[in-house]
């Protein structure tokens, strides 16, 4: 599943770009103060030892922008807050001030990994500065270490021990026992399914392979797909990892947005075979708002029992009936077929980003796929009574722990604005805090379940 997240940075950057050089007036009449090259840490606030959580406490820390408060100065200094569910009656506190910056920290393996390791090793945490800053965090010491510093950052995925990532012009590795960064790369990551990742081989310039993330080896090899002419595309690898199925949407001649019908092709590539074995598909497609992208409508791609995949499509929302194309894998002998559709009383997802979705829970979370995992914060306070209605994504910070069980919830504005929401959603308790002088309603913030080491 593409995952979609409206980043704090994004709105920052824009900010810092406006006013590049100190002394600069920006769009909003405010002179940027933020310092050039500056330490990657101010202070930290250490617990005392007696105050150190025992080994496996789970907690949220607060990744926040604090406003500096400087009259008609642009400034802000990212900070970090920790908040224990286990110990109510402790304040929210705050435990580190990294620098000036632009935007809030940020877990490494966040929403923007292609893999399944979103939200796995939240020690390790990235701020955007003039330069990235790559922070190694204990969050029982509260210790701080900054490990890496680069012009850019992003992070594929985690395989074995590493985490895969890129700055500007090279791969690294970070070995997550350690924090270790390797310059040695076995491989150029492209893309990820299921257990395999499609890789290019160091000093390849087009294809990829498969390779077994488990057994560590490569398994097919498929020739480049040319996807510069289409509106929208999607892959799928076969469970062996050794054919590779498509769905291409030609940029239609005439379209003007909504939903229509549309050319498109079903492709198929095996591992030792040169041509690919390609299909005219129609299919109903819907625009992708804001993207220009085309996203199908009904539409499912596998692979099945005896040896074949399939494509399959309806013409409109309410069909009972849908066309399917398939092909056999080992001889390429194509078939087009007919079947009934039986329609199904949809409860919501059992599944919601990735995690399980409490049975009590999927009703609500029909109309939440737009906040990502963190939709069960809302969905669970909309449950529980603590909120009236749906809030708007922009109103409010929400955060989830990886197994779906624990959430965070912040108002910007209302009755609530000025608490700091804990639910557990295996046993329905919930925890409040009133949010400590330091943040600000509006104030940037991202949430993060951690365990102390």
Same mark, same amino acid.
């Given at each position: 599943?593409?995952?979609?997240?409206?980043?704090?940075?994004?709105?920052?950057?824009?900010?810092?770009?406006?006013?590049?050089?100190?002394?600069?007036?920006?769009?909003?009449?405010?002179?940027? !103060?933020?310092?050039?090259?500056?330490?990657?840490?101010?202070?930290?606030?250490?617990?005392?030892?007696?105050?150190?959580?025992?080994?496996?406490?789970?907690?949220?820390?607060?990744?926040?922008?604090?406003?500096?408060?400087?009259?008609?100065? %642009?400034?802000?200094?990212?900070? /970090? +807050?920790?908040?224990?569910?286990?110990?109510?009656?402790?304040?929210? !506190?705050?435990?580190?001030?990294?620098?000036?910056?632009?935007?809030?920290?940020?877990?490494?393996?966040?929403? =923007?990994?292609?893999?399944?390791?979103? #939200?796995?090793?939240?020690?390790?945490?990235? =701020?955007?500065?003039?330069?990235?800053?790559?922070?190694?965090?204990?969050?029982?010491? +509260?210790?701080?270490?900054?490990?890496?510093?680069?012009?850019?950052?992003? &992070?594929?995925?985690?395989?074995?021990?590493?985490?895969?990532?890129?700055?500007?012009?090279?791969?690294?590795?970070?070995?997550?026992?350690?924090?270790?960064?390797?310059?040695?790369?076995?491989?150029?990551?492209?893309?990820?399914?299921?257990?395999? %990742?499609?890789?290019?081989?160091?000093?390849?310039?087009?294809?990829?392979?498969?390779?077994?993330?488990?057994?560590?080896?490569?398994?097919?090899?498929?020739?480049?797909?040319?996807?510069?002419?289409?509106?929208?595309?999607?892959? =799928?690898?076969?469970?062996?990892?050794?054919?590779? /199925? @498509?769905?291409?949407?030609?940029?239609?001649?005439? @379209?003007?947005?909504?939903?229509?019908?549309?050319? #498109?092709?079903?492709?198929?590539?095996?591992?030792?075979?040169?041509?690919?074995?390609?299909?005219?598909?129609?299919?109903?497609?819907?625009?992708?708002?804001?993207?220009?992208?085309?996203?199908?409508?009904?539409?499912?791609?596998?692979?099945?029992?005896? #040896?074949?995949?399939?494509?399959?499509? !309806?013409? !409109?929302?309410?069909?009972?009936?849908?066309?399917?194309?398939?092909?056999?894998? /080992?001889?390429?002998?194509?078939?087009?077929?007919?079947?009934?559709?039986?329609?199904?009383?949809?409860?919501?997802?059992?599944?919601?980003?990735?995690?399980?979705?409490? $049975?009590?829970?999927?009703?609500?979370?029909?109309?939440? @796929?737009?906040?990502?995992?963190?939709? =069960?914060?809302?969905?669970?306070?909309?449950?529980?009574?603590?909120?009236?209605?749906?809030?708007?994504?922009?109103?409010?910070?929400?955060?989830?722990?990886? $197994?779906?069980?624990?959430?965070?919830?912040? &108002?910007?504005?209302?009755?609530?604005?000025?608490?700091?929401?804990?639910?557990?959603?295996?046993?329905?308790?919930?925890?409040? @805090?009133?949010?400590?002088?330091?943040?600000?309603?509006?104030?940037?913030?991202?949430?993060? %379940?951690?365990?102390?080491?």
């Amino acid at each position: 599943m593409i995952r979609f997240r409206i980043r704090n940075i994004a709105v920052a950057l824009m900010l810092s770009f406006l006013c590049t050089q100190p002394g600069s007036a920006s769009a909003q009449g405010l002179i940027n !103060t933020i310092p050039k090259n500056q330490a990657p840490l101010s202070q930290t606030f250490q617990p005392a030892v007696t105050e150190q959580m025992p080994s496996g406490t789970g907690k949220f820390v607060i990744f926040t922008r604090e406003p500096t408060e400087k009259p008609n100065e %642009w400034d802000f200094i990212a900070g /970090a +807050w920790e908040c224990i569910p286990s110990r109510p009656n402790a304040p929210v !506190t705050k435990r580190v001030e990294f620098c000036h910056s632009a935007g809030n920290a940020e877990p490494l393996l966040d929403t =923007l990994v292609r893999d399944d390791s979103n #939200g796995l090793y939240p020690r390790f945490v990235s =701020l955007s500065v003039d330069t990235v800053n790559l922070y190694d965090i204990n969050y029982r010491t +509260w210790e701080v270490r900054c490990i890496w510093q680069g012009d850019r950052l992003t &992070a594929f995925g985690l395989m074995k021990n590493f985490v895969f990532c890129q700055d500007s012009s090279n791969w690294f590795r970070l070995d997550v026992s350690s924090g270790k960064i390797s310059k040695d790369v076995p491989f150029i990551p492209l893309e990820v399914d299921e257990n395999f %990742w499609l890789v290019r081989k160091v000093g390849e310039n087009s294809g990829c392979w498969s390779y077994d993330r488990e057994k560590e080896q490569f398994v097919g090899h498929f020739g480049e797909v040319d996807e510069s002419q289409t509106a929208g595309s999607r892959s =799928l690898l076969s469970p062996d990892g050794r054919n590779r /199925a @498509w769905i291409l949407v030609p940029t239609p001649k005439a @379209w003007r947005g909504g939903v229509g019908m549309v050319g #498109g092709i079903f492709q198929l590539q095996r591992d030792g075979k040169d041509e690919d074995v390609r299909i005219p598909v129609e299919l109903q497609v819907k625009t992708a708002r804001g993207s220009g992208r085309l996203i199908p409508i009904g539409a499912h791609l596998c692979f099945a029992e005896g #040896g074949k995949v399939e494509f399959s499509a !309806t013409r !409109t929302p309410k069909a009972k009936k849908q066309r399917v194309w398939s092909i056999d894998l /080992a001889s390429a002998k194509i078939a087009e077929t007919e079947r009934s559709l039986n329609a199904q009383k949809d409860h919501g997802p059992l599944f919601f980003d990735g995690v399980p979705a409490p $049975d009590y829970l999927r009703s609500y979370l029909k109309d939440l @796929w737009h906040y990502g995992r963190s939709g =069960l914060a809302p969905a669970f306070l909309m449950h529980v009574g603590i909120l009236k209605k749906q809030p708007d994504y922009p109103d409010c910070t929400a955060g989830v722990s990886p $197994d779906g069980r624990h959430i965070l919830y912040k &108002a910007k504005e209302g009755r609530l604005a000025d608490a700091f929401i804990y639910g557990d959603l295996k046993t329905k308790q919930t925890v409040r @805090w009133a949010a400590p002088a330091g943040i600000k309603r509006s104030d940037s913030m991202e949430f993060v %379940w951690v365990e102390t080491p």
